[in-house]
């Protein structure tokens, strides 16, 4: 079920094998790798790479989050799928998933919160901004590995047009479950967009997993 397996993985910031850290960035719906690309130059710092997959046709899955899981199969698999791939890649390069902070947003946030709940382990941090876990309320979860202690951090407008406050606390309860250290700010009056305060933080998380940032 290959449907993103053919598509793009840009970089910014130092090469991959030069990297002591990598911000790996997942667009939203109708955007590309090269949009959420564009955040690099805020976040960026001697010794981090940042790598973005593309998704085919700008859309890692075709239906709402909050609709079941397998109304977004065959694409949701692969997308998450695709995330794996570059994690993959990345601790084959020799940088440790301790090392790895993984960033989405929108859609994009729906499917780092989602691949991470699947592949539960330490990772150097996470960031979901404006999304929530994948499929409707109340969908039960397997335990599966433990964050141990990985940092996150979930930012959303409140209201957001599309995405409830009640997911972003409910991706919270289950990341805490699962052993994150997670915290939430939710910004009243705020955009569907990411806004100063989330790259404020995100940086923060980089500074703690960069060698020589601290």
Not at 23 to 41: E, F, M, T, V, Y
Not at 177 to 201: C, F, K, M, Q, W
Request: proline share 7%; aromatic share 6%; hydrophobic share 45%.
């Amino acid at each position: 079920m290959g449907l993103h397996e053919h598509e793009p993985v840009l970089t910014a910031g130092e090469d991959l094998g030069d990297a002591g850290a990598v911000a790996i960035l997942i667009h939203g719906r109708g955007a590309s790798a090269g949009s959420i690309l564009g955040l690099a130059p805020r976040l960026a710092r001697p010794g981090l790479a940042f790598l973005a997959p593309q998704a085919v046709g700008g859309t890692w899955y075709p239906r709402r989050f909050l609709d079941p899981v397998e109304s977004n199969e065959p694409w949701l698999s692969s997308a998450l799928g695709a995330v794996g791939s570059v994690v993959g890649m990345v601790e084959e390069a020799g940088v440790p998933a301790e090392s790895i902070l993984l960033l989405g947003f929108s859609q994009g946030a729906c499917l780092t919160l989602e691949f991470v709940a699947r592949n539960a382990r330490r990772y150097g941090g996470v960031a979901g901004l404006s999304g929530g876990l994948i499929g409707p309320d109340g969908l039960a979860r397997p335990t599966n590995g433990s964050l141990e202690g990985t940092p996150v951090f979930l930012g959303c407008a409140d209201p957001d047009p599309h995405v409830a406050a009640k997911r972003v606390w409910d991706a919270a309860g289950e990341l805490r479950r699962l052993g994150g250290e997670v915290t939430v700010r939710l910004y009243p009056g705020s955009e569907h967009a990411v806004n100063d305060d989330e790259i404020d933080v995100v940086a923060g998380l980089l500074g703690a997993i960069v060698p020589g940032s601290r």
